[in-house]
C-alpha cells in the first residue's frame, strides 16, 4: 500500500535564501518546515492530520524563546539601567529640556536643544499619554523598554530573513550587547536612534518581499525622523540607501556616470564630514579606517548586477514617507511655537558647529589601517576573480562569509567564551567599530549557483551601506556613540553566517545544530558579564531621592547626593549649576530658573542666551549655585572657558557655603 506522506517525486527548490533541495519538514531551531530525503524517496510536508500542528509548532516555538530571551534581557537591563548614575549627566539636561518643552516651551527659541525636533515631540506626547512626570526613574524606564524592544524587533527580523531561529536569537543578544551604553546616558536620543535604525532595516529584511510599498514608506519616514532627532545619522542612512539603490536598480546601475559618482561620494563621506579636523593624526585614522571600509564595499559589488525587484518606483514609495513625515514633525514644532528661523538653526546650524565645541578622541588600535588595508586587498582578489568568472568552491565561500560574521560578533561582545571548550576574543583587532568593520563587504557580495553568480541583493547591499556610514556616529563625541556605531554590523554579521551555512549545502539538522552551538557559546559567553552587573547593582545603595527612588550607587555617592539634594531643597528656590547638573532639580524638587539649560552650556549657550539666564536670576529670591570643578575639567579639557555672561556672573557674584564630595554649594555676595 502506498502512504500518502511519501512521494518520489522531488519537490521544486527555493533557492532565493540558500534554500535545501528537499522538501519541507519543521525543524525547530531552524525556524522553518524543512526536509531530507527518505529511502530514496522524499518526504513532503507530513501527513495532513499534522500539518496545523507542525505550523502551530513554528509559531510557538519561536515566540516562546524570543519572550524567554527578551525577559531575561529586560531583568539584565533593569539592573544595568539602574545601578550608577553619571556624574556629567546628559541624563538631567535631556529630562529637563523635555519638561520645559511639554510644558509649553518653544524649542530652540525658548527652550535650548543640541537635537531635533521628533525627539522632543515623540517623548512630550508619550510621557504625557502615560501621565509620567519626568524623573530619572520614569526616564530609564522608558530607556529600557525602547533597549530591549529595538533588539527583540531586530532579532525577530533577521530570524524571519535567515529563517534560522538560533541565529535570530544571537542577533537580539549580541545587539543588546551592542547598544548597553544606552544606561550611560538615559533618554539620550541615541537610543530613539537606535530603534529607528533598527525600523529601516526590520522594514528591509522583512517587509520588502511580501508588501514592498508598505516597506519602502516605512523605510522613509523613518529616514526623515532620524534626521530630525540627529541630522547627521539621518543623512548617513539617507546616503547609505542612496548608494544602494545606485547600485541595486535596474533603471540606475546602467548609468556608469551616476554609479562612479556615487561610489565616490560614499568613500569621500568621512573626509567630508571630519574635513575640519583632519590635522589630528587620530581623525586621520578615523576618517582612513571608515573610508577603506567604504572602499572595500564598492569594490566588493563592482560590475555586479542589478537587482530586478527594485526599480525607480521604489523611490516613490521611499520619499513619501519621508515627506508625510517632515510636514508632520515640522508642522507639530512650528505649531508648538518654533520660528522657522528657530527650527533650520536648532536642526542643521548648531548641530555642525559641535566639533569646534566638543571633540573627544576615538582611539583605535595600532594596526586598525594596516589590517583594514589587508582586507581591502582580499576584497579587491575577490572582485577580480568574480569579474574574470571564476567561481570559488563553495567551501571556500562559506569559510570567508562565517568566519567575518563570527569576528564581527566577537568583536563586539569582546569575547566568545566556553569554559573548557571554546576561548576566543578579537585577537588585537579592536572592537566592532575597529578593523571588523572593513569586513562588511562580505554580507554585499552576490551569492554564486552553479551558473555563476546571483545579481545584487538590495537588502544584503544596504545593511552593509548602513553599517560602515553609522560607523560615523561616534564623531565628534566618542562615547556612548561608539556602541551604537556598531550596531548594524550584528545584522551584517548574521547574514554573512547564514549565507555561509547555506552555501555549504549541510542538511537543515547540521545548520540547526551549529546554530545551536553558535547560540549557546553566545549565552555562555553573555552570563558571567550579567552576574558581573548583578552583583553591582546588589552593592549599590539606593539613592532614594524624589524622582530617583530605584537609582542604585556607591554609599559614599548616595550620601553626597542627598545631603547637596538636601540643602538645595532647604535653603534655594532655585539654582544655577556649573556645568550643568541638571538632574539635581528632579532630586531637590525644583524648577530650573529658565530653559537654557545643557551640561557644557559654557560653550554650547550664546552670549545672549546666557545674559538672558543672568537676567532672570538677579530677580530670583533664595538664588543658590552649585559648582564642581572636577566636572569643569571633564567638559573644559584643553580648552579656555569662553568669556561669557552667565560664567563671569556664577564667578564673581557668589560664595561658597559647602562642599559635599566636590559639589560646592554657593549663594550669592551680600
Not at 526599480?311 to 514609495?317: F, S, Y
Not at 513625515?325 to 522657522?340: E, K, N, Q, R, Y
Not at 569559510?399 to 569575547?415: D, E, K, N
Not at 544596504?462 to 554590523?489: C, I, M
Request: net charge positive; proline share 6%.
Amino acid at each position: 500500500m502506498t502512504r500518502p506522506w511519501l512521494s518520489p517525486r522531488r519537490e521544486p527548490v527555493d533557492r532565493r535564501r540558500g534554500g535545501s533541495p528537499y522538501p519541507l519538514r519543521f525543524s525547530a531551531m531552524g525556524g522553518r518546515i524543512t526536509g531530507r530525503p527518505v529511502s530514496g524517496r522524499f518526504l513532503v510536508a507530513a501527513p495532513a492530520l499534522i500539518r496545523p500542528q507542525l505550523r502551530q509548532l513554528a509559531v510557538i516555538v519561536p515566540v516562546t524563546l524570543f519572550s524567554a530571551s527578551t525577559a531575561a534581557c529586560s531583568v539584565l537591563g533593569y539592573w544595568w539601567m539602574f545601578k550608577g548614575f553619571q556624574p556629567y549627566d546628559d541624563e538631567g539636561y535631556l529630562l529637563i529640556s523635555l519638561q520645559g518643552f511639554a510644558r509649553g516651551g518653544a524649542l530652540y527659541d525658548q527652550v535650548f536643544s543640541q537635537y531635533g525636533p521628533f525627539f522632543y515631540e515623540v517623548f512630550a506626547a508619550l510621557f504625557g499619554l502615560l501621565k509620567l512626570p519626568f524623573t530619572l526613574d520614569n526616564g530609564r524606564f522608558v530607556t529600557l523598554a525602547i533597549w530591549a524592544g529595538s533588539t527583540l524587533v531586530l532579532g525577530s527580523a533577521l530570524y524571519r530573513f535567515t529563517h534560522n531561529l538560533a541565529l535570530g536569537l544571537g542577533v537580539q543578544l549580541v545587539s543588546f550587547i551592542a547598544i548597553a551604553s544606552v544606561v550611560n546616558e538615559p533618554m539620550h536620543p541615541g537610543s530613539l536612534l537606535c530603534l529607528l535604525l533598527v525600523t529601516i532595516t526590520a522594514a528591509a529584511t522583512v517587509g520588502l518581499e511580501r508588501w514592498p510599498r508598505v516597506a519602502l514608506t516605512i523605510m522613509g519616514a523613518a529616514l526623515a525622523a532620524a534626521v530630525f532627532v540627529k541630522v547627521n545619522v539621518g543623512a548617513f542612512a539617507v546616503l547609505s540607501i542612496a548608494f544602494t539603490f545606485v547600485l541595486t536598480c535596474s533603471a540606475l546601475v546602467r548609468r556608469r556616470a551616476l554609479r562612479t559618482t556615487a561610489s565616490f561620494c560614499f568613500v569621500a563621506v568621512p573626509f567630508l564630514l571630519m574635513r575640519g579636523e583632519l590635522h589630528l593624526p587620530w581623525v586621520q585614522v578615523y576618517a582612513a579606517h571608515v573610508g577603506i571600509a567604504a572602499t572595500a564595499l564598492v569594490v566588493a559589488t563592482a560590475g555586479a548586477r542589478a537587482d530586478s525587484r527594485r526599480g525607480l518606483a521604489d523611490l516613490t514609495c521611499l520619499a513619501a514617507g519621508a515627506a508625510a513625515t517632515v510636514l508632520a514633525v515640522v508642522g507639530v514644532a512650528l505649531g508648538h511655537g518654533t520660528t522657522i528661523d528657530g527650527l533650520f538653526r536648532g536642526t542643521l546650524i548648531d548641530p555642525l558647529r559641535q566639533p569646534n565645541v566638543l571633540l573627544f578622541q576615538l582611539t583605535l588600535p595600532a594596526e586598525t589601517l594596516m589590517v583594514d588595508l589587508i582586507i581591502l586587498a582580499w576584497a579587491i582578489v575577490w572582485s577580480v576573480r568574480r569579474l574574470q568568472g571564476s567561481i570559488p568552491h563553495a567551501s571556500v565561500q562559506a569559510t570567508a562569509r562565517i568566519a567575518a560574521g563570527l569576528v564581527m560578533w566577537v568583536s563586539i561582545l569582546g569575547a566568545l567564551h566556553v569554559p573548557g571548550v571554546l576561548d576566543v576574543t578579537t585577537l588585537g583587532i579592536g572592537s566592532g567599530l575597529g578593523s571588523p568593520l572593513a569586513l562588511a563587504w562580505v554580507a554585499a557580495v552576490p551569492l554564486t549557483t552553479r551558473d555563476g553568480y546571483r545579481s545584487l541583493d538590495f537588502v544584503r547591499v544596504l545593511l552593509p551601506a548602513l553599517a560602515v556610514l553609522q560607523a560615523l556616529h561616534a564623531f565628534p563625541v566618542a562615547g556612548s556613540q561608539v556602541g551604537w556605531a556598531t550596531l548594524l554590523l550584528v545584522p551584517v554579521g548574521a547574514v554573512a553566517i547564514g549565507d555561509g551555512m547555506s552555501q555549504l549545502g549541510w542538511t537543515p539538522t547540521r545548520v540547526a545544530a551549529a546554530s545551536s552551538v553558535l547560540l549557546l557559546a553566545l549565552v555562555t559567553s553573555w552570563v558571567p558579564n550579567a552576574m558581573v552587573v548583578r552583583q553591582e547593582f546588589v552593592e549599590g545603595v539606593r539613592l532614594s531621592l524624589p524622582g530617583a527612588r530605584r537609582v542604585h550607587v556607591t554609599p559614599s555617592q548616595a550620601a553626597t547626593y542627598r545631603q547637596v539634594s538636601t540643602t538645595l531643597a532647604r535653603r534655594c528656590s532655585t539654582f544655577l549649576t556649573l556645568p550643568g547638573m541638571n538632574s539635581f532639580y528632579v532630586m531637590a524638587k525644583e524648577d530650573p530658573p529658565t530653559t537654557f539649560n545643557a551640561t557644557s552650556w559654557m560653550f554650547l549657550l550664546s552670549a545672549s542666551e546666557q545674559q538672558q539666564v543672568v537676567d532672570r536670576a538677579r530677580t530670583i529670591p533664595r538664588l543658590c549655585a552649585v559648582r564642581n570643578d572636577e566636572l569643569l575639567a571633564f567638559w573644559k579639557q584643553d580648552h579656555r572657558l569662553p568669556d561669557r555672561p552667565l560664567l563671569r556672573y556664577l564667578e564673581n557674584d557668589f560664595v561658597p557655603i559647602e562642599n559635599d564630595g566636590g559639589y560646592v554649594v554657593m549663594v550669592p555676595r551680600q
